[in-house]
């Protein structure tokens, strides 16, 4: 896929808690956040500029907005900064922000409706001076502040000093490990291009299918993307191939009800882009939690319609996480010919999951994929990367993908434009082929029904108070 964003001009800063609570190697993972966040960034100096302050008891300015107008300076900057390791004076730092690092000496520009002006400020504790005034003061000088908050933060704290609204600058995460995870949120919320198809900005011989600051490319009806991920060629000719799939999905209570709906309304619009019947597609479902249970054995339903239809009526488990049990049934159960499994019919498993399991995965992943099962890991929020790539088959860049928030489940929509066909000629799968082709659309009139408000899940947050 081609992966341009083109962001609007801004001046960033990051302001970065690095008191004694936050250990040497946790530092690392900040570090590694930042750089990832400004990879997905256009750099130089009449597009965005990067300034980054750490701070403790004291407040150092590690490099100005004026200092690097490359990416690759920015980094290596990042890479050489060492933790303070002493108190934690957030205000003294934001304060900083607004008299220092924000000043046009400094490379800030002048305020304007044509720039942004952004801080991200990253903390683990609680301050041990005033940051309510100061971020008021911020705010009113036009500087939008993120919040994120690692571990025993104080969530009072980060509502003083985000801005509005608070759903959408502070963030919460259980530890140093995960911060990652919300790389992806920050590198579209910079990015302003949400149709690089529309734009033009794509070298896609037939169908270019977009997502804010990417694309990929497809092929019409008939017609098979060639190597080079651009350009396509006609089909000789086929029928459609069969297929087993089985979408193996955690009902776990950190799910929550309104998300697990999400969920099967996910699953009913891949249903509609295959070619349901006994010679093509079949559709198995297995919802997990503490136990696990299976909703509809392959081809007991026929059609679209009544799959579909079953879907809908799955009722929530809202339990535990068992994934290496769940695992096992997949195994033992759903792909077998008691269950309708065909054999000699490629078998693919879609895994979804927002959480750490429970018990063990290793044997029973590994063992599926001994058995020559394609196996796809599908992570939300809180859900263990290492876990989902331990699942996933080889390559496992193609088989397992990871998003900390629902609302960017459509990167994963569309690298689930899998080439899930054996055969040697992707033209004999028509099924995937039409799968290519409609599932963004899919997930982008998802996206509209059901996720028109602004609300952060599939990720843990404690309990704000005021």
């Known amino acids: 896929p081609g992966t341009l964003c083109r962001t609007k001009p801004t001046d960033l800063v990051f302001v970065i808690d690095s008191s004694r609570s936050v250990r040497p190697h946790e530092f690392e993972k900040v570090k590694v956040f930042m750089s990832r966040v400004i990879e997905g960034l256009d750099v130089g100096p009449n597009s965005t500029r990067v300034g980054v302050i750490n701070y403790a008891s004291a407040v150092k300015n590690e490099f100005s907005l004026k200092t690097y107008q490359t990416k690759a300076g920015l980094l290596q900057a990042v890479r050489r900064i060492e933790p303070l390791s002493t108190g934690t004076m957030t205000g003294l730092a934001i304060q900083f922000a607004i008299s220092r690092a924000f000043s046009d000496s400094e490379g800030a520009r002048v305020r304007s409706p044509n720039f942004n002006k952004v801080a991200i400020v990253v903390t683990d504790g609680r301050p041990q001076d005033g940051v309510q005034d100061v971020s008021a003061r911020a705010r009113a000088a036009g500087i939008e502040i993120f919040a994120i908050g690692v571990g025993r933060v104080d969530m009072h704290t980060l509502r003083q000093i985000a801005s509005e609204p608070l759903d959408d600058h502070v963030d919460y995460v259980e530890s140093y490990s995960v911060i990652e995870k919300l790389t992806h949120k920050f590198q579209e919320a910079f990015c302003v291009v949400s149709d690089l198809c529309a734009t033009g900005d794509h070298d896609c011989e037939q169908i270019c299918i977009s997502t804010p600051g990417t694309y990929k490319c497809a092929c019409k009806e008939g017609f098979t993307l060639n190597s080079d991920g651009k350009t396509c060629s006609a089909c000789s000719g086929g ?24 969920v099967k309304k996910f699953i009913n619009q891949i249903v509609d882009s295959l070619e349901v019947s006994d010679k093509q597609a079949q559709v198995g479902l297995v919802q997990y939690s503490s136990s696990v249970r299976q909703e509809f054995p392959l081809g007991q339903f026929k059609n679209k319609k009544d799959i579909k239809a079953a879907v809908k009526k799955m009722a929530y488990m809202e339990k535990g996480t068992m994934t290496g049990q769940a695992l096992k049934y997949l195994i033992d159960s759903s792909f077998s010919i008691i269950n309708g499994a065909r054999p000699g019919v490629p078998k693919v498993g879609i895994v979804f999951t927002d959480g750490r399991s429970q018990d063990y995965i290793t044997d029973a992943a590994k063992k599926a994929k001994d058995l020559g099962f394609r196996m796809f890991a599908v992570g939300v929020g809180n859900a263990v990367e290492d876990e989902l790539r331990e699942i996933a088959s080889e390559p496992v860049a193609e088989h397992y993908f990871y998003t900390a928030d629902f609302r960017t489940i459509s990167k994963i929509g569309k690298k689930l434009q899998m080439k899930i066909c054996i055969e040697e000629d992707p033209c004999e799968c028509k099924s995937v082929v039409k799968f290519q082709t409609k599932v963004e659309d899919l997930i982008n009139s998802l996206q509209r029904k059901y996720i028109l408000r602004k609300k952060r899940i599939f990720y843990s947050k404690p309990p704000l108070t005021i």
């Open 239 to 262: 029928s459609g191939s069969a297929l087993d799939l089985v979408f193996l999905i955690d009902g776990s209570k950190s799910v929550r009800p309104e998300n697990f709906e999400l």
